[in-house]
Every structure is written in structure tokens, then in C-alpha cells.
């Protein structure tokens, strides 16, 4: 069975740091390109992150040099470390799978979803 699985979730103050997890069972996530997503109250979701099988990486112009993705190839995760968190970063985080070998940005291009992980910035 195909699941991936997000950890690293809490709540944290304005300026603060999280690192967010993807694992994965029943799939290789070496061989996908992997998505960070968000989705806030009201809001629609939306790419946050994104990184190919060759580490080639995608960022949301929102978090660009705030956030980093990186895969752990023995560990079969791949990691969102977010950095100098605002308020407007609260929101349900997602990782997911896509199986063809591009950066894609819409939700619909990625076949396999975790279940999120409440990310909330307040003080």
C-alpha cells in the first residue's frame, strides 16, 4: 500500500523554525519528484516547494530563502526546513508524488498524498 506520511508539524512563534518530514511506504521517493504543498483556512492549496529526483528544486515566490527541500536518499524522506516563519505560513501542509520527472506546480499533476500537518505561526 502506497502512503506517505507527514511529521514535524506544531506550533511555533513569529521568526521561529520547523522542519517538516515526508516518509514513505510502498513507494520510492527517490524515483518521484516530490511536492511540499499548503493549504490555509479558505485558501486554496498551493505549491510551497518542490524537488526532482536529481535535486533540482522549486520554491513559492512566498517562501523563497526562507524554506529549504532536501531529500534523504537512505531514509527515504525528503525534508522541508522552514525558516523565519510568519503568520501567513499557518496552514495544513502536504507532501506529495508525482511520477513523471518534472516540476509540476498544480495539485492535480501529483498521484500520491500524505494526510498534512497543522503548521501554526503565532505568538
Known amino acids: 500500500q502506497l502512503q506517505l506520511v507527514e511529521s514535524g508539524g506544531g506550533l511555533v512563534q513569529p521568526g521561529g523554525s520547523l522542519r517538516l518530514s515526508c516518509a514513505a511506504s510502498g513507494l520510492t521517493l527517490n524515483s518521484y519528484v516530490i511536492g511540499w504543498f499548503r493549504q490555509a483556512p479558505g485558501k486554496e492549496r498551493e505549491a510551497v516547494s518542490c524537488?526532482?529526483?536529481?535535486?533540482?528544486?522549486y520554491y513559492g515566490d512566498s517562501v523563497k530563502g526562507r524554506f529549504a527541500i532536501s531529500r534523504d536518499k537512505n531514509e527515504n524522506t525528503v525534508s522541508l526546513q522552514m525558516n523565519s516563519l510568519k503568520p501567513e505560513d499557518t496552514a495544513v501542509y502536504y507532501c506529495?508524488?508525482?511520477?513523471?520527472?518534472?516540476?509540476?506546480?498544480?495539485?492535480?499533476?501529483?498521484?500520491?498524498w500524505g494526510q498534512g500537518t497543522q503548521v501554526t505561526v503565532s505568538s
Open positions: 506529495a508524488a508525482r511520477g513523471l520527472p518534472v516540476i509540476a506546480v498544480d495539485t492535480d499533476a501529483y498521484n500520491h
Open positions: 524537488i526532482t529526483t536529481d535535486g533540482t528544486s
